[in-house]
């Protein structure tokens, strides 16, 4: 008797079914999330009628019955039973003053200079494949600010004696964060301890100097207070202090020239902004629209960052004087409302300044801005900050790294990186409050829009829709596009921790 085996093994590999009909394609994707079950059905036919109905009428008004073309109010009036919708012919009129605000007309390829170099610099600086980042941000962050003020004002600025002073502290302050985070030098040493007295005497110099209106000392061509010229001179030897502190150690040439160089730039800038290069001067009263909303926007996104680190770094430092004025300013900023801010900017600031001293009203309202937003930064970035393990703070102070060194090279880096969301979150918010200025009589590019609506020659029903809806759009065009590039950087820098 023979016996039959039956061959059960394959003997090559099976291509794999295709999905079943009802489960595969657009029709399958429908019934298993929208029509899976009776409710299920209901509710998507519903929210599909919703939608649907939605959708047109946006698309009747935006489009089927908008009005593109006209002078003046009429074209866009009803007549008989004719239904009117967008007045487009509005914005197409007004676009150029919804962008430059009253900037004059012959001068407005300044503003247009300044967007330009805007956008190709912050491109430069954000596409990954584009070469020279160090090189591009020093001329986004240190060039073109001073390159824009000169282009949209016209430069040409006068300083006083107590402004060079303030500016000569904020010089030597730099010196104190910008060497000890590039070398090894720290506050262990005596002349960095004297250079560090020397820069908060310069700031006590400084607020005594607020208190006095006489400026009786001739020097370098400027008038001083007795407490200006003391600070001017208290910061001078804060910085040649750690210069020598650094020409101390052995090889300290270049980290001498580092501590000259922040004085050296900050010089260079205020002779930049007293030249005069023959552009007309335009006041800040005349300027509007887009124009203001970025100025506002990026001055404060710009200052909020660093300031927040430094405010973040003060709230977690073991110096209880550092910690303790870091959390009164943190918490002083965060439970005041930012109109709150603006209006005491605008009115409370020039009762606190000394006599012939005043703020640009613009400039009250950068300042006020850029506190408030820093504040709301700290925050994010303690956040960062905590959520950094202990080994790496104890792996840095292996290696025998200074405070600056170890935050700028190892926790800095990585906690920045995990707040990302919430950084780019607290730069669309600052972006989306800038509308706020309006309150305090800055047209921005809400306020001009609104403007607008008082023209007689284009007070209609629609006018005022129409109107918001263009503005709406253009926030929402920048507030997307920082939206997408923070998810875009978040997967380029994901290293997949678990």
Not at 54 to 71: H, R
Not at 421 to 446: E, Q, R, W
Not at 462 to 488: D, K, N, Q
Request: hydrophobic share 55%.
């Amino acid at each position: 008797m023979e016996e039959h085996v039956t061959r059960y093994v394959s003997e090559e590999f099976k291509q794999p079914l295709p999905p079943p009909a009802d489960n595969a394609g657009i029709i399958g994707t429908a019934r298993k999330n929208l029509f899976a079950t009776p409710l299920d059905a209901a509710i998507s036919l519903v929210t599909l009628l919703v939608v649907v109905w939605a959708v047109w009428n946006l698309l009747g008004w935006a489009l089927f019955d908008a009005v593109f073309s006209g002078s003046d109010r009429t074209a866009c009036v009803a007549t008989g039973d004719s239904e009117v919708g967008a007045c487009w012919i509005f914005v197409s009129s007004k676009f150029l003053q919804f962008i430059y605000g009253l900037y004059p007309d012959p001068e407005r390829w300044r503003v247009n200079t300044v967007f330009a170099l805007l956008a190709i610099l912050t491109a430069g600086l954000l596409i990954p494949s584009v070469p020279k980042k160090g090189l591009n941000a020093a001329l986004l962050l240190g060039v073109f600010p001073f390159v824009a003020f000169v282009l949209l004002t016209g430069g040409r600025l006068s300083f006083s004696g107590g402004q060079v002073a303030f500016f000569a502290m904020l010089a030597a302050f730099g010196t104190l964060i910008v060497v000890p985070s590039r070398s090894d030098l720290d506050f262990e040493r005596p002349l960095m301890r004297a250079a560090a007295g020397l820069a908060v005497a310069a700031v006590l110099a400084l607020l005594l100097s607020a208190a006095s209106s006489r400026a009786g000392i001739a020097f370098l061509g400027l008038r001083f207070t007795a407490f200006s010229l003391s600070a001017l001179v208290l910061s001078a030897l804060s910085i040649l202090s750690v210069a020598s502190a650094a020409l101390q150690r052995g090889g300290g040439g270049r980290v001498a020239a580092t501590a000259l160089l922040v004085p050296v730039l900050i010089a260079a800038a205020l002779a930049v902004l007293s030249v005069d290069f023959g552009l007309p001067e335009v006041p800040t009263h005349l300027w509007g629209g887009l124009l203001v909303t970025l100025v506002v926007s990026v001055t404060g996104i710009a200052t909020s960052l660093p300031l927040g680190i430094l405010l973040a770094l003060g709230r977690r430092s073991d110096m209880p004087a550092v910690r303790l004025l870091s959390v009164i300013f943190i918490e002083f900023w965060r439970g005041v409302p930012l109109i709150t801010v603006l209006f005491m900017a605008q009115f409370m600031l020039p009762l606190f300044m000394p006599d012939g001293v005043s703020f640009n009203q613009l400039l009250r309202a950068l300042v006020g801005v850029a506190l408030f937003s820093a504040a709301y930064m700290a925050e994010v970035v303690r956040g960062g900050l905590q959520a950094i393990r202990k080994g790496q703070y104890e792996a840095a102070d292996a290696m025998a790294l200074s405070y600056w060194q170890k935050m700028r090279l190892i926790i800095l880096p990585q906690a920045l990186k995990l707040v990302i969301p919430g950084i780019v979150n607290t730069f669309i918010g600052l972006f989306k409050d800038t509308s706020l200025v309006y309150i305090i009589g800055l047209a921005d590019l809400l306020g001009t829009v609104r403007r607008g609506f008082n023209d007689p020659n284009w007070i209609t029903p629609s006018t005022p829709a129409t109107g918001l809806v263009f503005a709406a759009f253009i926030y929402w065009l920048f507030c997307f596009g920082m939206s997408r590039y923070s998810i875009f950087m978040e997967r380029r820098l994901d290293t997949g921790h678990k």
